[in-house]
């Protein structure tokens, strides 16, 4: 029996979807209303991001998303400061949470090196940067293109969140 391209890459994002939600389950995050993991290329129909966004939305303090055109709009440059006009990204996903506020002013060499060894280990299907924000308040994902497996994001920030809980002894 063969599968198809497409039957692949659809059995392929929506096992990331589901595993998503798994992990957001495992947070304490009711799943139960979430958009459905299924996904057919065919249809284009995945609701993958919107899935990302929601349980980020439950587990940290604030989460923005910047498409294209908004990177370059005044509230957003008078918030991050500006891009260069020749590289402007795809999108922006950008996280503040209190955990990392206490801890990157202070780890911000020890954060940046354990980002760098967690984006060599779980970001496969993206290309996007993941940064500290200049003012510690939070971590920015710059994506040149967002890939469909979106449970390598969240596998990356439960990651390094649990690991700014332990360098900074938060506790929380």
């Known amino acids: 029996m063969e599968m198809d391209v497409y039957d692949f890459d659809s059995y392929n994002m929506s096992l990331s979807n589901i595993w998503m939600l798994k992990l957001f389950h495992d947070c304490g995050v009711n799943v139960s209303g979430y958009s459905s993991p299924m996904v057919h290329v065919n249809y284009d129909s995945n609701n993958g991001f919107d899935i990302l966004l929601e349980g980020l939305q439950e587990i940290f303090g604030e989460v923005n998303h910047y498409g294209y055109d ?84 969240v596998l990356l920030l439960l990651k390094l969140r649990e690991y700014s809980i332990i360098e900074g002894g938060t506790g929380s």
């Open 70 to 153: 908004e990177i370059n709009s005044e509230d957003f440059i008078k918030r991050y400061g500006s891009r260069d006009k020749d590289d402007i990204p795809d999108s922006i996903l950008i996280i503040h949470d209190p955990v990392f506020s206490k801890v990157f002013p202070g780890h911000r060499e020890s954060m940046e090196n354990y980002i760098s060894e967690l984006e060599a280990k779980t970001l496969h299907s993206h290309d996007v940067a993941v940064e500290i924000l200049k003012d510690n308040s939070g971590i920015e994902f710059v994506f040149g293109f967002a890939g469909s497996n979106f449970h390598e994001l």
